[in-house]
């Protein structure tokens, strides 16, 4: 775990210890998401000001979850504009499914990637 999104300030008799970075944007599949981050408690979803929404985290199986790991692998990368989350999405695995239902695989992929067949179908994800 690093520092991301730790900050800190001791003074006379004052001293502050806090979580949390952003308020970031981040796109998958057509969709912004507006979220905070800290290495030490992970993402949450946000308004404009930061402050947590009603439903803070988005559902189990919500493309951002996926998008948001990968950025955290790439590096946290952002936009000149300093909000905006810049990430390439994973190379896919492509896979072989024979007659007897095994599976080969044709072409490694990277990590987070979806599996496709040869025809380009998607098959299933690597989170699932």
């Known amino acids: 775990m690093s520092d991301f999104g730790h900050f800190h300030a001791i003074g006379a008799g004052l001293c502050v210890d806090g979580w949390g970075a952003g308020p970031f944007w981040i796109e998958a ?52 504009d300093g909000k905006s989350c810049v990430y390439d999405w994973p190379k896919p695995t492509i896979i072989r499914i024979t007659a007897g239902r095994q599976i080969i695989v044709v072409e490694h992929g990277d990590e987070c990637g979806w599996f496709l067949d040869e025809a380009g179908r998607r098959w299933r994800s690597m989170e699932a």
């Open 29 to 80: 599949k057509g969709k912004k998401f507006r979220f905070c981050d800290s290495d030490r408690f992970g993402p949450f979803l946000c308004n404009r000001h930061g402050d947590p929404l009603t439903n803070e985290l988005p559902p189990e199986r919500s493309p951002f979850w996926t998008a948001h790991r990968v950025w955290v692998k790439q590096g946290r990368r952002l936009a000149d």
